[in-house]
């Protein structure tokens, strides 16, 4: 059974940055692909970004919303992922889940792929 524990989130002010990190234990064959994502009160959990390797190249993928700000990475020694997250907006403001899927098709896919969950870690950005 996979196990995700998300860490890192917090309060800071419009234009700060935190970063969280998310340690995947577990059968490595089902969380070949860890993604973030963020819901927000009242709003749809949305993907925020994404990532896998394989043999040669690390591939990352971002929301529309995100990009250019956030950075996700993966530290495969540690099975952690990180999601470093700058200029950051009220917008931001959200629960942050890690998530983990079997397969990487490509870009972030959709919610319903991902079967392993964390428990979440919030992100509040005040003005």
């Not at 709003?43 to 994404?50: H, I, N, P, S, T």
């Amino acid at each position: 059974q996979v196990q995700l524990v998300e860490s890192g989130g917090g309060s800071v002010q419009v234009g700060g940055s935190l970063r969280l990190s998310c340690v995947a234990s577990g059968p490595r064959v089902v969380r070949n692909c860890l993604a973030w994502f963020r819901q927000a009160p009242g709003k749809e959990r949305e993907a925020v970004a994404g990532i896998h390797s394989d043999r040669v190249n690390t591939y990352a993928h971002y929301g529309d919303s995100v990009k250019g700000r956030f950075t996700v990475s993966q530290d495969n020694g540690k099975n952690t992922v990180y999601l470093q997250m700058n200029s950051l907006k009220p917008e931001d403001t959200a629960m942050y889940y890690c998530a983990a899927r079997a397969f990487c098709p490509g870009g972030l896919g959709s919610i319903r792929e991902y079967a392993a969950w964390g428990q979440g870690t919030q992100v509040t950005v005040s003005s």
